[in-house]
């Protein structure tokens, strides 16, 4: 029989005194983001990726992930949605060696939001996050964990705690979210979790004699961004920004 677990309920820390961001520009790994971007995310900052199911957040996430990884920093990628069997797959189908990318300090982790509270996740994520070492951090996607949440505002109390304890650590962060439109709704999680972030990436599929990706920036924190809408596709290699 098992027994009881008790995980410990996440609460926001403090922050040290002359707490600093780090001055410091990451590439996402996405061929044309880093200049839309100015140069790039800074360290320890949490960005929000936001777009409709296809429109190719898993795509940066792990070419994201995958950047990390190529410059030896650990890194860490959640997926609530996809087993590491059909990560690696999606991975392999990129044309990105997977065992190398893991020797390297990736680590391709499958949480059930449906089979787990998110106590237990977040338990996991963290000792993930001490045991390694991680610097950069992907979830996909933060949405997935309303099922594991009892109520809506427990998750987002959960998600405030988590950006402040990320920001802490200088650990740079894409949190996911699929979007049932082309757009970010201005009320409910999507507004919170926009609100939480320090940048803010939108994907939309439109066209109609064929599908057409495209990626803008709606908001960098302390940076400048490209304001245009940006067409994207993806292809070997992963998704990359058209000139
Ligand atoms: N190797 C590849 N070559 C071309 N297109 C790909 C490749 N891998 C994935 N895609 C396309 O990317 C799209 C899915 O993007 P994905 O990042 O999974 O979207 P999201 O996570 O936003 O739902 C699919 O339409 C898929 O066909
Ligand atoms: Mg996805």
């Known amino acids: 029989m098992r027994g009881l677990d008790v995980y410990p309920r996440l609460v926001s820390p403090r922050m040290p005194e002359g707490y600093e961001p780090a001055a410091e520009r990451l590439s996402t790994g996405v ?3 880093d200049e839309m ?7 320890g900052t949490t960005t929000l990726l936001a ?6 957040k898993t795509t940066i996430g792990l070419q994201f992930a995958f950047e990390g990884s190529l410059r030896d920093e650990p890194t860490l990628y959640m997926s609530f949605q996809e087993n590491p069997t059909q990560l690696r797959r ?13 020797r390297r300090g990736l680590d391709l982790v499958y949480a059930s939001p449906v089979e787990l509270q998110i106590d237990s996740i977040i338990v996991d994520l963290f000792r993930r996050i001490e045991q390694r070492g991680v610097r950069r951090l992907v979830l996909d996607a933060v949405g997935d964990l309303a099922s ?19 920001a802490v650590r200088t650990i740079t962060s894409v949190l996911n979210f699929e979007t049932t439109s082309n757009t970010i709704e201005h009320s409910g999680m ?19 004699d064929r599908t057409r990706r495209k990626l803008r920036v709606l908001k960098t924190r302390g940076s400048a961004h490209d304001t245009r ?10 998704l990359s920004v058209l000139r």
């Open 51 to 56: 777009g409709p199911s296809g429109g190719g």
């Open 90 to 102: 999606t991975i392999r189908g990129l044309g990105f060696d997977v065992a190398e990318l893991e």
């Open 31 to 33: 061929r044309g983001l």
């Open 37 to 43: 971007l100015d140069g790039g995310l800074w360290r």
């Open 148 to 166: 594991a949440a009892t109520d809506p505002q427990r998750l987002h109390d959960y998600l405030y705690a988590l950006v402040q304890h990320l």
């Open 229 to 238: 809408v940006r067409e994207v596709e993806i292809g070997p290699g992963g």
């Open 190 to 208: 999507q507004n919170a979790m926009s609100y939480l972030s320090d940048n803010v990436l939108l994907l939309t599929l439109d066209g109609e």
